[in-house]
């Protein structure tokens, strides 16, 4: 049991997720790059005699190209023109086709990468994505470069906020909205003292969260982490106040989303700040979503502080297998 749990704990961990995600995308891949395609086409769209048949081919840049091909239906059976079934670099290929009963199977093939979409006259009849490994590798480096050229853009946007923080502090602002907040700060960790270092940084995480300044607000949250570690006294488990520190940051409230404005006037928004209503009602949503779950869980046994602590216990052998009978003298 315990090397069942040892192995969810790691198929769960972020890393892992993201690292089996781009296996499955690279195997997909591969077997998009060496398979041919095969389409399903319902057998009453295929007529008696001749068929025209169009592949629309839409790449990356959105270029359209459009391939025709003609297709001929006799009984139970279809002809392929044999100019059709060449292998060529310049258009797809038509491999074979084959009736199953309610459909037919047409299988294809091309070199060319991007969304298709398949004609039989003037009625589409699929769509689909052709991805090869060029493509998967150009659109790595496309996407790499993108969002290199959105990090500077953001650089701009975060010195200015930074400096309009600076300010605020040096006015007294940030100190106001922390006394301000204070009331709020003791009811979600009511096990900090109010003199403790932990205090005044979890205040002003939160300050600099509300205000939109995520970068601001990570290092007094990584303090405040920090501080709270010293008040734990079960150092290899997470007090209660690490949990509502963490699902508050997680959740994100804030009255001026800078680090999303800045994003998307980068991007080449024209109006970056029509989100702010939006994102202040999605915030509130999750926020007070996150604590409530963390007061509610928190209530509960199999959540509890005492019952993690006494499972790290159990796994360092101080305390006994639950289910396991022991006597009075440990016998």
Known sequence: MKLVGQFFRYLLNINTIWGLMILVSFF?????????TTTVIATDRLREGENDLTIRITDRKKETREFH???TREGGEVRLAGADQQPASDRPWLIAM????????LKWDTRADGEYEMRIGDQPVATGRLVTLQSLTDAAFDYARSGFEIALGLVAAMVLFLGLMKVGEQAGIVQLVARLVHPVVRFLFPD?????????AILMNITTSVLGLGNAATPFGLKAMQELQALNPHKEVASDSHVMLLGYNTAGFALLPSTLLALRKSAGCTDPFEVIGTCMVAGAASTITAIVMVKLLARLRVFSLSAAVEELMREKGALPVAGSSVGRNGQ
């Open 28 to 36: 997909l891949c591969l077997v998009q790059h060496y398979l041919p």
């Open 98 to 105: 084959a009736s199953t009963g309610p459909a037919w199977l």
């Open 192 to 200: 900090v003292p109010r003199d403790h270092p932990a205090s005044g």
């Open 69 to 71: 091909y003609v297709v």
